[in-house]
């Protein structure tokens, strides 16, 4: 399940709503204005969400996405977003670099994007496992197993994982069999 844009509430150990972000908040609201102790997550990262206490209606307190960085007058090409900074590299490295098509700029970028492309599916992956860890941590980290449970995620033992949660709360339980299906997915 595709947990980008997801959200969940939960309330006294309880799941109260997952889905966007105005349901989620809604449904929040609803549950803090009866007293209740509200809890919201960001499903793609597991990290707490507070509710905008200014909203109206209803809003998550939502980062804003970082501002690109100001564009440079001079050399380079700032339209396309090249940020120029230092690197350190060895003698041999420079040598390399210099005798490649394009240059050292055109070689260096051709690397890291094979680089980034090698890797996505072990940091997809990664940050899967950090968000269900996040999860587990805050709504079931004193429960039996949990320990047991968080090293069986970390050694990506799935059945040992799957037997040490089904003794949770049943919202707690599917909640992070979900997440726990997200990561899964991210092997891949």
């Known amino acids: 399940m595709d947990t980008t844009n997801s959200y969940t509430a939960w309330a006294d150990g ?4 997952t889905g966007d972000a105005g349901a989620v ?9 009866r007293g209740d102790q509200v809890l919201i997550f960001d499903d793609a990262t597991g990290r707490a969400v507070e ?12 980062e804003p996405a970082p501002a690109a960085p100001p564009a440079r007058q001079g ?3 700032p339209r396309l977003g090249v940020v120029a900074r230092e690197v350190t590299l060895l003698p041999r490295h420079w040598d390399w670099l210099a005798a490649q098509p394009g240059g050292a700029s055109a070689a260096l970028r051709r690397l890291v994007d094979q680089a980034r492309r090698a890797g996505e599916g072990a940091d997809r992956s990664r940050v899967a496992q950090e968000a269900l860890y996040r999860v587990m941590s805050a709504l079931g980290g004193d429960l039996p197993g949990f320990e047991e449970a968080a090293r069986a995620l970390y050694a990506r033992d799935d ?5 040490l949660v089904g003794a949770w709360p049943p919202d707690l ?5 979900r997440l726990a ?3 899964r997915a991210a092997r891949v």
Do not use: H, W
């Open 14 to 17: 309880r799941q109260l709503a």
């Open 25 to 33: 908040a809604a449904a929040a609201s609803r549950a803090g204005r």
């Open 51 to 62: 509710l905008d206490p200014f909203a109206d209606p209803p809003a998550l307190a939502l």
């Open 75 to 77: 050399r380079g090409r």
């Open 159 to 163: 059945a040992r994982f799957d037997a």
């Open 173 to 177: 339980r599917a909640y992070v069999a």
């Open 181 to 183: 299906a997200t990561e």
